[in-house]
């Protein structure tokens, strides 16, 4: 109950405090990407419950000749890069927190479809809310294997406190300063998840 009362009035406090940078990121969104400014997406939330999870658009709408979405290095565009680099595409999430969807701090929310791929480790990262920023994001981000990020995921169920919350939304701090481990090396963001190995591996 702690944390979710600590989410609701962080989240309030930060959507108050940044609303004309919100404002001002939704316009030059809309400038330079065209509609819509938000891009929406259904992700697995506390114990995998689907919730819409919404983010300033970063990619413009690019097909090949079949009809499917180009790759992200080809529609990230470098206003996009921009917003990912300084996170600021993420600030709509405020809204997922208070409306008790996500938490401030978290195992970041992934796909639908990576759900029946993990092992029984990993499906641990889906019994706590999902977070804007979490234990994996201060500890290497997109540039850590995504078994390093489980294990930093799992680690952060098994040890969550509210000292530790605050500890990782300093770091966040830090990151987003510095914009480190913004993409795997490679890619323009993160490589698809597979799978391990072994489904019955644990961490």
Known sequence: MLKRLLDIVIASIALVLLSPLYFYVAYKVKKNLGSPVLFRQVRPGLHGKPFEMIKFRTMKDALDEQGNPLPDSERLTPFGKILRSTSLDEMPELWNVIKGDMSVVGPRPLLMEYLPLYN??????????????????????????????????TWYVENQSTVLDFKI???????????????????????????????????
């Open 120 to 153: 029984e480790e990993q499906a641990k990262r889906h019994n706590v809310r999902p977070g804007m920023t979490g234990h994996a994001q201060v500890n290497g981000r997109n540039a850590i294997s995504w078994e390093e990020k489980f294990k930093l995921d």
């Open 169 to 203: 939304m300093l770091q966040t701090v830090k990151k987003v300063i510095a914009k480190d481990d913004i993409s795997a090396e490679g890619e323009a963001t993160m490589t698809r998840f597979t799978g391990s190995q072994n489904k019955d591996d644990s961490l």
